[in-house]
Each structure stands twice: as structure tokens, then as C-alpha cells.
């Protein structure tokens, strides 16, 4: 069993800056593949962005925020960053981290295992 823990949101200005952490304890989650995903009012969950657990650490990004946002991830702190740069008004939302068993990239919610509580993110324009 893993359990994930985010933080780091908060209310930001349009064009600042913020980093989400997503904190494993259980098991440890080093073969895990991890992704962000997000919720706004009245949407559904969207994929943003998603890591490989190996070394190369290969990652995938949604196009809206490609170029933006940086996936990372630290297997000796059992913690995945999501650094969110030149954040937008469209970005606010409640941000998800999540694992899956599987290796690869994994783009699809249901793909994945374990969930998160959340953290928001508020943009001010």
C-alpha cells in the first residue's frame, strides 16, 4: 500500500510560480510511475503530466502545459515535484499526484492505483 500526501499549493499570481510535492510513505513507490493530474469546478480530472520510476526518468506533459510545468522526482525522498512556471488563469484547480504499478508513462486516470488528497491552486489575475 502507498500513501500520497501533496502540498505546496496556494494562492498565486497569473505568471508566478509554485511547486507541488507529492510525498510517498508505505511502501516505497520507486518502480512506481507517477503523474499529476487536475480538477477544476466542474471538469473532469485532466492529465498533466506523468514520470517514468527509471533512472532516465523519461516524462510526459498535456500540451497545455508543456514547456511550463517540470515533473521531477527524488526515489531517495519518496517525493515527485511538479514545478508550475508562468502559471495562468485556466491552471487553478485542485491538483492530484498518483501512482501506478505500471512502468511506463500512464496517461489515463483509471490506469492508476493510488490517489492523493489534493492540493489547490488558485490563480489571481
Known amino acids: 500500500q502507498v500513501q500520497l500526501v501533496e502540498s505546496g499549493g496556494g494562492l498565486v499570481q497569473a505568471g508566478g510560480s509554485l511547486r507541488l510535492s507529492c510525498a510517498a510513505s508505505?511502501?516505497?513507490?520507486?518502480?512506481?510511475?507517477v503523474g499529476w493530474f487536475r480538477q477544476a469546478p466542474g471538469k473532469e480530472r485532466e492529465f498533466v503530466a506523468s514520470?517514468?520510476?527509471?533512472?532516465?526518468?523519461?516524462?510526459y506533459y498535456a500540451n497545455s502545459v508543456k514547456g511550463r510545468f517540470t515533473i521531477s522526482r527524488d526515489n531517495a525522498k519518496n517525493t515527485v515535484y511538479l514545478q508550475m512556471n508562468t502559471i495562468k488563469p485556466e491552471d487553478a484547480a485542485v491538483y492530484y499526484c498518483?501512482?501506478?504499478?505500471?512502468?511506463?508513462?500512464?496517461?489515463?486516470?483509471?490506469?492508476?492505483?493510488?490517489w492523493g488528497q489534493g492540493t489547490q491552486v488558485t490563480v489571481s489575475s
Open positions: 498518483a501512482a501506478t504499478r505500471r512502468t511506463a508513462i500512464v496517461v489515463v486516470a483509471t490506469e492508476y492505483n493510488y
Open positions: 508505505g511502501r516505497t513507490f520507486n518502480s512506481y510511475a
Open positions: 514520470i517514468r520510476w527509471s533512472a532516465e526518468d523519461s516524462s
